[in-house]
C-alpha cells in the first residue's frame, strides 16, 4: 500500500483492445494494489470485452494483486450468476477477487442489447438492494431464498464453496442504496454526481465541478454512520501523458477538486494522496490515456 496513506490504489483496464494479461502483469509489477474490469457490451460506439472473461484473465496473468469487477451490471446479470461467477472467479485467483455488484446505469446500451430499462431511479434501486441481498446469502450459505418484489429466488446450492468467499463491493449514492446495502457489503464505494448514474452519460464535467472535498467527506460519513467499521472507495478519473484528452479535462475542471488529477504525474499523484486522506480506503482509477497507469506508478508508489 501507498507508504504515506494507507489507501489502495485500483487500476481500471479502459480498452477493450488492450491485451488483459500483459496489461495485468505490468500493472502488478509497477506497483499497484488491484485490478479493476467494467461491466459492458460497448462505451458509446467502442467495444467492451466480456466481463467475466476479463477479470479472469487479469487473475491468471498475476499472484499479488486483487482483481475487482468494477462493476456488475446489476440489470443485464441475474444475482445468482454474479455470484456463481464470483465464487469462481475467487477460486480462479487464488483468494484475490473482490466482487463489485452495481446498479447498472446505461439505458441506451441496456436497450440496445435488449434489457428494459427502469422507467424510475426507485425500481434500479429496489433491485440492486433485492440483488445484494441474494448475492450474501449465496456468498455466506451457499444458499438463498427470496420471494421479493423484483426477484423470487429459491437456490439450493451455488459454487463452487470455498473457505472464504469474496468481498462484495457495491455503489451508493442516496439514502436508500446506503441504509439498504451498507449493511450487505464488504467494501463500499461512495458515488459521486459527476459520474451520472441517470441512464444518459457516464461523465460529466459540469457535475463534477461542483463536487467539494466537503462533499465527498459527507458522503464518508453517510456510509460510516450505517457501519462505522466499513472500508469506504471511491472511484476518479485521471490522466497523466501528452495526450490531448489530458489538457482538455484539466481545463475543464479547473478551480475544482478534480482538477489535478489531470496533468503531471507528480501533480496527480499529490492529488490522489489528497483524496486518500479523506478517510478512503480504496480510490480506483479510470486512466483516460493509455499511458497513465504507467506514468503514474512511480510517483504514487515511489
Known amino acids: 500500500m ?22 495485468a502483469a505490468a500493472r502488478e509489477a509497477e506497483g499497484w494494489h488491484g485490478l479493476a ?9 467502442r467495444a467492451v470485452a466480456h466481463l467475466w472473461v476479463t477479470a479472469a484473465e487479469l487473475a ?3 499472484s499479488t494483486v486483487t482483481v475487482a469487477t468494477s462493476f456488475a451490471n446489476n440489470l443485464l446479470r441475474s444475482p445468482v450468476e454474479f455470484a456463481q461467477a464470483s465464487l469462481a472467479l475467487q477460486r480462479a485467483s487464488g483468494g484475490r477477487f473482490e466482487a463489485g455488484l452495481g446498479a447498472g446505469w446505461d439505458q441506451r446500451e441496456l436497450e440496445a442489447t435488449g ?21 450474501r446469502d ?7 431464498t427470496l420471494d421479493g418484489r423484483w426477484y423470487r429466488v429459491d437456490v439450493p446450492a451455488v459454487g463452487p464453496r470455498g473457505a472464504t468467499p469474496p468481498p462484495l463491493v457495491v455503489s451508493v449514492g442516496g439514502p436508500r442504496t446506503t441504509a439498504g446495502l451498507v449493511p450487505l457489503a464488504d467494501i463500499v464505494e461512495v458515488k459521486l454526481p459527476g459520474f451520472a448514474t441517470t441512464g444518459k452519460g457516464s461523465f460529466h464535467t459540469r457535475s463534477l465541478r461542483a463536487v467539494t472535498a466537503d462533499d465527498i467527506t459527507a458522503r464518508i460519513e453517510a456510509v460510516r454512520a450505517v457501519r462505522s467499521d466499513v472500508p469506504v472507495a471511491l472511484f476518479v478519473a485521471a490522466g497523466c501523458g501528452d495526450a490531448p484528452v489530458v489538457e482538455i479535462l484539466r481545463d475543464q475542471l479547473a478551480g475544482s477538486t478534480f482538477a489535478d488529477l489531470f496533468g503531471p504525474p507528480g501533480t496527480v499523484a499529490a492529488a490522489l494522496r489528497g483524496l486518500s486522506d479523506l478517510g478512503l480506503d480504496r480510490v480506483t482509477i479510470g486512466a483516460v490515456s493509455a499511458d497513465t497507469y504507467e506514468l503514474l506508478a512511480p510517483a504514487l508508489f515511489g
Do not use: C, K, N
Open 2 to 23: 501507498s507508504a504515506s496513506t494507507g489507501t489502495r490504489f485500483i487500476a481500471t483496464l479502459m480498452s477493450s483492445d488492450e491485451p488483459p494479461g500483459p496489461w
Open 37 to 45: 474490469v467494467p461491466d459492458h457490451v460497448f462505451i458509446e460506439t
Open 60 to 62: 491468471l496473468a498475476t
Open 115 to 135: 434489457v428494459r430499462f427502469p422507467e424510475s431511479a426507485g425500481e434500479r434501486a429496489g433491485r440492486y438492494i433485492e440483488a445484494g441481498t441474494i448475492v
Open 138 to 144: 449465496l456468498f455466506d450459505h451457499g444458499r438463498a
